[in-house]
């Protein structure tokens, strides 16, 4: 599959794959080396594909100097098809999860013993020439942990101190690097340190660099399989097509498939491209394009449509649209989009760092400066003591275990709750949200019709006698609404028994002679074609339509019986679910497919006044996109492939978990029992999980922060005390 496209003469689109782009910041830094590039119009990352999208008039070979030049690989993303890029891109992601597994267990190995022989009171000085070759091997095994197990936070840092920021890369490598030059300067030159300064901190480097690459591990973890929903919708296309060519049938792959080639489907089979029916009648389901559960008659001159299922009849149809241009197609085109449009998030511990990197680094200087000038001798070394100690203290053990473990739990949490969470990002956005939409047809509606009224007009029938009759007529008919009412009477018990000399009338409804009785079944014109006397029962049958419920009159030997409504019930706890997202002071809006009438009629019964109908999929996300534009963080639920360009979009998107897989996959929430409840129960969590995150991280920094001012000396003119760095680190392992 080629991507680049010429929009003209030199204009082009190209892809690149990036390796090694693992956080919000890389994905900023490598759009903007990018875009600065003369000739580059636009630079967007698909953080979820690991992909870039470059458009303008460079050449590809530029394009991967530039992102290797800022520290990350690129290759060329030509040639290969959506479905390669995913399986790579997991496979990337399962070698990094891997590696940093790998990667924790080689500095815990080193670190918990010496942590736990610290703890035990074991001497962490050096004092004989037995202790410094000790301390000397330790130091070089630490040193070797620093470039297996660290080394990505030097370089992060690197990049940073390039960039003129500072993150939590930079506060890692501070104090992990000052710890081991401290450390190995106690081992060579402990004669010029004051005696109570001669400690060694390599159990601090390594517990460090092993506890932070398991938080980002749970990280990667947590992130989830967002490149699933594309997986999905290729899974939805047809493989292959059965096409007319020289008056025979032949099956080909879908790929040859050509614009007006004449195409058979036949029952039960997937629509292979789009096209306009040019001979017989079937009815299509097109709910994964349009959520709506009822099956489409379609006749000549109608639309087909990619990826949808043909139920009943055969027909034969001309492509219309092939390739990339079927609205299948379009439709995962707009999820990749979406995906490039909604940036990852940042850690609240880099922008936490950012501030407190510079004010530890300002500290160590005014501290070191304090004892250069008021000092006792050796002067110097005192000065450097305690600046390496500001910087060793600053680091706290828990920084990067705060965010994935908070997340982890939160994430179990939910999942008790029937909420599934697939990223951490989400879990985190969900807190946030201002807005939120909700789909109509299977989301608010139970997504399948049932009889709901029975109105019965001739009083010597029972309401069992009338079911019985219209499940009876129905269940020869191949009408979309039959179906419904021949379910809804077997859920009750009711089975239809055999009719005689049935009859479709199109456009009107069926007739047939049930137990010795003639049966009329269908709308109005129906009745009256009849000679049916209808009254006072168009006004009730209006009034039922009115509610967006479908009615349909029984006649029983030309005399009218009954009116049975057919309709997609409200489920029957959204309106509750409904009213605890508005007290929550979200706005809630309501999007669909469906026609007016029916849309407001629904969301009248259930208190939504915002309400958008007869919405395309492609206006869905746009919608999205337009309270995003509005400033609202934005919360989309759906249950069909219609809504997956939308649930990509939006900062949280929620999956009705008794909906389609590929929404499912668009999704960042699932709510596994299809009740709108879940969605203010996540919300509930996500406030949870990111409250306990702020108290890990205060928690975190706040134990390093106070021990600052006596790593700086504070204690030194009263007591004589100088503090060991290993001292805040310890007491956050005991607190947690």
Same mark, same amino acid.
């Given at each position: 599959?080629?991507?680049?496209?010429?929009?003209?003469?030199?204009?082009?689109?190209?892809?690149?794959?990036?390796?090694?782009?693992?956080?919000?910041?890389?994905?900023?830094?490598?759009?903007?080396?990018?875009?600065?590039?003369?000739?580059?119009?636009?630079?967007?990352?698909?953080?979820?594909?690991?992909?870039?999208?470059?458009?303008?008039?460079?050449?590809?070979?530029?394009?991967?100097?530039?992102?290797?030049?800022?520290?990350?690989?690129?290759?060329?993303?030509?040639?290969?098809?959506?479905?390669?890029?995913?399986?790579?891109?997991?496979?990337?992601?399962?070698?990094?999860?891997?590696?940093?597994?790998?990667?924790?267990?080689?500095?815990?190995?080193?670190?918990?013993?010496?942590?736990?022989?610290?703890?035990?009171?074991?001497?962490?000085?050096?004092?004989?020439?037995?202790?410094?070759?000790?301390?000397?091997?330790?130091?070089?095994?630490?040193?070797?942990?620093?470039?297996?197990?660290?080394?990505?936070?030097?370089?992060?840092?690197?990049?940073?101190?390039?960039?003129?920021?500072?993150?939590?890369?930079?506060?890692?490598?501070?104090?992990?690097?000052?710890?081991?030059?401290?450390?190995?300067?106690?081992?060579?030159?402990?004669?010029?340190?004051?005696?109570?300064?001669?400690?060694?901190?390599?159990?601090?480097?390594?517990?460090?660099?092993?506890?932070?690459?398991?938080?980002?591990?749970?990280?990667?973890?947590?992130?989830?399989?967002?490149?699933?929903?594309?997986?999905?919708?290729?899974?939805?296309?047809?493989?292959?097509?059965?096409?007319?060519?020289?008056?025979?049938?032949?099956?080909?792959?879908?790929?040859?498939?050509?614009?007006?080639?004449?195409?058979?489907?036949?029952?039960?089979?997937?629509?292979?491209?789009?096209?306009?029916?040019?001979?017989?009648?079937?009815?299509?389901?097109?709910?994964?394009?349009?959520?709506?559960?009822?099956?489409?008659?379609?006749?000549?001159?109608?639309?087909?449509?990619?990826?949808?299922?043909?139920?009943?009849?055969?027909?034969?149809?001309?492509?219309?649209?092939?390739?990339?241009?079927?609205?299948?197609?379009?439709?995962?085109?707009?999820?990749?989009?979406?995906?490039?449009?909604?940036?990852?998030?940042?850690?609240?511990?880099?922008?936490?760092?950012?501030?407190?990197?510079?004010?530890?680094?300002?500290?160590?200087?005014?501290?070191?400066?304090?004892?250069?000038?008021?000092?006792?001798?050796?002067?110097?070394?005192?000065?450097?003591?305690?600046?390496?100690?500001?910087?060793?203290?600053?680091?706290?053990?828990?920084?990067?275990?705060?965010? /994935?473990?908070? !997340?982890?739990?939160?994430?179990?949490? $939910?999942?008790?709750?029937?909420?599934? @969470?697939? *990223? %951490?990002?989400? &879990?985190?956005?969900?807190?946030?949200?201002?807005?939120?939409?909700?789909?109509?047809?299977?989301?608010?509606?139970?997504?399948?019709?049932?009889?709901?009224?029975?109105?019965?007009?001739?009083?010597?029938?029972?309401?069992?006698?009338?079911?019985?009759?219209?499940?009876?007529?129905?269940?020869?008919?191949?009408?979309?609404?039959?179906?419904?009412?021949?379910?809804?009477?077997?859920?009750?018990?009711?089975? /239809?028994?055999? !009719?005689?000399?049935?009859?479709?009338? $199109?456009?009107?409804?069926?007739?047939? @002679?049930? *137990? %010795?009785?003639? &049966?009329?079944?269908?709308?109005?014109?129906?009745?009256?074609?009849?000679?049916?006397?209808?009254?006072?029962?168009?006004?009730?049958?209006?009034?039922?339509?009115?509610?967006?419920?479908?009615?349909?009159?029984?006649?029983?030997?030309?005399?009218?019986?009954?009116?049975?409504?057919?309709?997609?019930?409200?489920?029957?706890?959204?309106?509750?679910?409904?009213?605890?997202?508005?007290?929550?002071?979200?706005?809630?809006?309501?999007?669909?497919?469906?026609?007016?009438?029916?849309?407001?009629?629904?969301?009248?019964?259930?208190?939504?006044?915002?309400?958008?109908?007869?919405?395309?999929?492609?206006?869905?996300?746009?919608?999205?996109?337009?309270?995003?534009?509005?400033?609202?963080?934005?919360?989309?639920?759906?249950?069909?492939?219609?809504?997956?360009?939308?649930?990509?979009?939006?900062?949280?998107?929620?999956?009705?978990?008794?909906?389609?897989?590929?929404?499912?996959?668009?999704?960042?929430?699932?709510?596994?029992?299809?009740?709108?409840?879940?969605?203010?129960?996540?919300?509930?969590?996500?406030?949870?999980?990111?409250?306990?995150?702020?108290?890990?991280?205060?928690?975190?920094?706040?134990?390093?922060?106070?021990?600052?001012?006596?790593?700086?000396?504070?204690?030194?003119?009263?007591?004589?005390?100088?503090?060991?760095?290993?001292?805040?680190?310890?007491?956050?392992?005991?607190?947690?």
């Amino acid at each position: 599959m080629n991507k680049i496209l010429n929009n003209n003469a030199d204009k082009k689109t190209q892809e690149l794959i990036i390796d090694g782009a693992s956080c919000a910041s890389c994905v900023g830094k490598i759009e903007v080396a990018l875009r600065s590039i003369d000739g580059v119009d636009s630079a967007e990352m698909n953080f979820a594909l690991r992909t870039v999208t470059v458009t303008g008039t460079v050449e590809i070979e530029l394009l991967i100097k530039t992102v290797e030049s800022i520290g990350y690989n690129a290759k060329s993303a030509e040639d290969k098809s959506d479905d390669e890029l995913i399986d790579e891109k997991d496979i990337a992601d399962q070698k990094y999860y891997k590696s940093l597994m790998r990667q924790m267990w080689i500095a815990l190995g080193l670190g918990i013993p010496l942590m736990v022989y610290s703890l035990f009171g074991g001497p962490m000085t050096v004092e004989t020439s037995l202790e410094r070759g000790i301390w000397l091997f330790i130091g070089i095994l630490c040193a070797a942990i620093m470039y297996f197990s660290g080394k990505h936070f030097y370089v992060g840092a690197w990049k940073s101190f390039t960039n003129h920021t500072a993150n939590m890369d930079t506060l890692i490598a501070l104090g992990t690097g000052t710890a081991w030059i401290y450390s190995m300067v106690v081992v060579f030159f402990p004669m010029v340190l004051p005696e109570m300064a001669r400690h060694v901190y390599f159990e601090a480097t390594a517990m460090i660099i092993g506890l932070i690459d398991l938080g980002l591990a749970l990280e990667v973890k947590a992130r989830g399989r967002t490149s699933e929903a594309i997986k999905r919708l290729i899974g939805l296309q047809a493989k292959t097509a059965r096409v007319v060519r020289d008056n025979k049938e032949i099956d080909i792959a879908i790929e040859q498939v050509l614009l007006n080639d004449i195409v058979r489907v036949r029952p039960g089979e997937k629509i292979s491209v789009d096209g306009i029916v040019i001979q017989g009648h079937t009815s299509i389901d097109e709910s994964m394009l349009t959520g709506e559960p009822m099956p489409v008659e379609k006749a000549e001159e109608d639309e087909v449509v990619a990826g949808t299922l043909n139920k009943t009849g055969s027909v034969l149809f001309k492509a219309t649209r092939v390739g990339k241009d079927t609205a299948l197609a379009q439709i995962i085109n707009m999820v990749k989009r979406a995906q490039n449009s909604k940036p990852p998030i940042g850690r609240l511990a880099d922008v936490i760092s950012g501030y407190f990197v510079p004010v530890v680094i300002i500290i160590a200087i005014v501290s070191a400066l304090a004892w250069l000038n008021f000092g006792p001798d050796p002067a110097l070394a005192f000065a450097v003591v305690s600046a390496t100690t500001v910087l060793i203290i600053a680091c706290p053990c828990a920084l990067g275990l705060a965010t /994935p473990m908070s !997340v982890m739990v939160g994430v179990g949490k $939910a999942a008790e709750a029937g909420v599934l @969470i697939r *990223n %951490g990002e989400a &879990l985190q956005t969900a807190s946030k949200i201002t807005a939120m939409i909700l789909d109509k047809t299977g989301t608010i509606t139970e997504g399948a019709p049932k009889v709901t009224d029975v109105l019965i007009a001739d009083q010597s029938y029972s309401e069992k006698y009338i079911l019985t009759a219209a499940s009876s007529i129905e269940s020869g008919s191949e009408h979309p609404l039959a179906q419904a009412i021949v379910d809804s009477t077997i859920e009750q018990g009711i089975d /239809p028994e055999t !009719v005689t000399d049935f009859h479709a009338i $199109a456009g009107h409804g069926v007739k047939a @002679i049930f *137990n %010795g009785h003639q &049966l009329l079944f269908g709308n109005q014109k129906l009745m009256l074609k009849n000679g049916v006397v209808l009254m006072e029962y168009v006004e009730k049958a209006q009034k039922l339509a009115d509610e967006a419920k479908t009615p349909m009159y029984l006649a029983i030997d030309k005399k009218l019986a009954a009116i049975i409504a057919v309709s997609d019930p409200i489920k029957t706890d959204s309106i509750s679910a409904i009213k605890r997202l508005q007290a929550n002071g979200i706005r809630v809006v309501m999007l669909t497919g469906d026609n007016r009438a029916t849309a407001n009629a629904v969301a009248k019964k259930i208190g939504i006044t915002e309400v958008f109908a007869e919405v395309l999929p492609e206006d869905k996300s746009n919608k999205v996109a337009e309270l995003q534009a509005q400033g609202e963080i934005v919360g989309m639920t759906g249950d069909g492939i219609n809504d997956a360009p939308a649930l990509a979009l939006a900062n949280v998107g929620f999956a009705i978990g008794t909906g389609t897989d590929v929404a499912i996959e668009s999704a960042d929430i699932t709510l596994m029992r299809g009740s709108l409840h879940g969605l203010a129960d996540a919300i509930a969590v996500s406030k949870a999980t990111l409250r306990n995150i702020k108290q890990n991280l205060f928690g975190a920094f706040i134990y390093n922060v106070a021990g600052v001012p006596f790593a700086a000396g504070l204690l030194y003119p009263f007591f004589g005390l100088l503090l060991n760095p290993v001292i805040p680190e310890l007491q956050w392992h005991f607190h947690h």
